[in-house]
């Protein structure tokens, strides 16, 4: 996965002074492709932002093999936070999970995870050959992808004609790459007129010992509007095409290793070996963290790290010990309780807050919904202030244990 926005590198990495000519003409060439397969990608949704994409890498399946083993998620012990009582997980065929407490708007956020924690403890153990995922991901539109394309296309092919009049005239040729720059970034950062979402389904049977995987990715795509004055203005606009691929994609072989981006030891493989305990759980997490680039602030370091494990087949042990680990980061975390998702269903919002692409400080609300019933994942959401529509909603719709790479586990 790219982490970076290909249109900022095109703009800060195309530096023609630090550039033989064949040099540049071949990085600008390069960076124009993965402009033209991802336009305008905003930085902060970094981690989500191959939608259509993964989503969060999830779904991307690659090559060998034949799943042999049944994957065995091992029994563990987690105390109880208010008597320190040992609580056993049970196992398969146990007694239904019982519900988090109810809580008020009062309640503070550690206390309700503390309470999820104490639900995820006694969540039963289940197992099975493939790791199963459905997610609806429904991401705001930036450009109409072929327009941008063929504006992308006019900008190069005008620098083009321009260096081959200007090659032997330095000053003007470095202001005329400059001028490329700056129409660029324009380019970048207009706006629509109208707002407008895509969204597509994704479907995941991972195998967990690198075995054959299988994805179907791109399905039910549609366009939606967030008012019938927004559709109108698309209308106005000629009604430009706003999804550039719509055919489901079907995918099968080895997963991908890597569960969450930027910890690379993280893989779907060692997950299940993650600690069961709250101090070490956090001390491997915050080890993570210090081997990292650290640009990411700590909170929002554990919110996105948090998400990409309640995504996974995590064990009860480690889930229990994660809810436990964010008790412990509540002042940089504010909470939720009576939040819809996109599918209706209510749960508990665990919410933290980032710098936008201009470094203006708590203009993304990154939001993690999870069901105060079982302590599950439900959706992820990234949302810019003063703007109705989330940049990214990403639902999780089924996810579970199954046996084929056609079963889907039983809601």
């Given at each position: 996965m790219n982490d970076s926005d290909p249109i900022n590198e095109l703009i800060t990495e195309l530096r023609p002074d630090t550039l033989t000519e064949d040099a540049y003409r071949r990085r600008r060439s390069a960076d124009l492709a993965r402009a033209f397969?991802?336009?305008?990608?905003?930085?902060?949704?970094?981690?989500?932002?191959?939608?259509?994409?993964?989503?969060?890498t999830l779904f991307a399946v690659a090559a060998a093999g034949l799943a042999a083993a049944v994957i065995v998620v091992p029994q563990f012990?987690?105390?109880?936070?208010?008597?320190?009582?040992?609580?056993?997980?049970?196992?398969?065929?146990g007694q239904a999970t019982p519900a988090l407490p109810q809580t008020g708007a009062a309640a503070n956020t550690r206390t309700i995870l503390l309470a999820a924690a104490k639900v995820a403890a006694e969540e039963p153990i289940t197992s099975g050959k493939f790791w199963y995922s459905r997610v609806r991901t429904v991401q705001?539109?930036?450009?109409?992808?072929?327009?941008?394309?063929?504006?992308?296309?006019?900008?190069?092919?005008?620098?083009?004609?321009?260096?081959?009049?200007?090659?032997?005239?330095?000053?003007?040729?470095?202001?005329a790459r400059k001028e490329f720059?700056?129409?660029?970034?324009?380019?970048?950062?207009?706006?629509?007129?109208y707002t407008a979402t895509r969204g597509d389904t994704a479907e995941s049977w991972r195998s967990l010992k690198n075995a054959t995987g299988r994805s179907v990715r791109n399905q039910d795509v549609k366009i939606e509007f967030a008012t019938p004055e927004d559709r109108a203005k698309w209308q106005q606009a000629g009604s430009p095409r706003l999804s550039e691929d719509d055919r489901p994609k079907t995918k099968e072989?080895?997963?991908?290793?890597?569960?969450?981006?930027?910890?690379?030891?993280?893989?779907?493989?060692?997950i299940a070996q993650l600690p069961t305990g709250k101090a070490a759980l956090k001390a491997k997490?915050?080890?993570?963290?210090?081997?990292?680039?650290?640009?990411?602030?700590l909170a929002l370091y554990m919110w996105q790290t948090g998400a990409d494990l309640l995504s996974a087949p995590i064990t009860p042990g480690?889930?229990?010990?994660?809810?436990?680990?964010?008790?412990?980061?509540?002042?940089?975390?504010?909470?939720q309780t009576g939040v819809a998702d996109g599918e209706g269903r209510t749960g508990v919002a665990l919410e933290t807050t980032g710098p936008d692409d201009s470094g203006a400080a708590g203009r993304i609300t990154y939001r993690l919904i999870f069901d105060d019933k079982t302590a599950k994942l439900l959706e992820l959401d990234v949302i810019e202030?003063?703007?109705?529509?989330?940049?990214?909603?990403?639902?999780?719709?089924a996810m579970g244990y199954v046996d084929d790479l056609t079963a889907r586990p039983t809601q």
């Open positions: 397969q991802t336009p305008r990608t905003p930085h902060h949704l970094r981690r989500f932002s191959m939608a259509k994409r993964r989503p969060l012990v987690s105390a109880d936070q208010t008597t320190g009582a040992p609580i056993a997980a049970r196992p398969s065929g705001m539109v930036h450009v109409a992808p072929l327009e941008y394309k063929a504006k992308l296309m006019e900008l190069d092919a005008e620098l083009k004609a321009k260096e081959a009049r200007l090659k032997d005239k330095p000053a003007e040729l470095e202001a720059h700056d129409k660029v970034g324009a380019l970048k950062t207009a706006e629509l007129p072989g080895a997963p991908e290793g890597i569960v969450s981006i930027g910890n690379d030891s993280l893989t779907w493989s060692s997490l915050h080890s993570m963290y210090e081997q990292g680039d650290k640009q990411t602030p480690t889930r229990a010990a994660l809810y436990e680990v964010l008790a412990d980061s509540t002042s940089k975390l504010t909470s202030a003063g703007k109705a529509t989330p940049l990214l909603r990403q639902t999780y719709e």
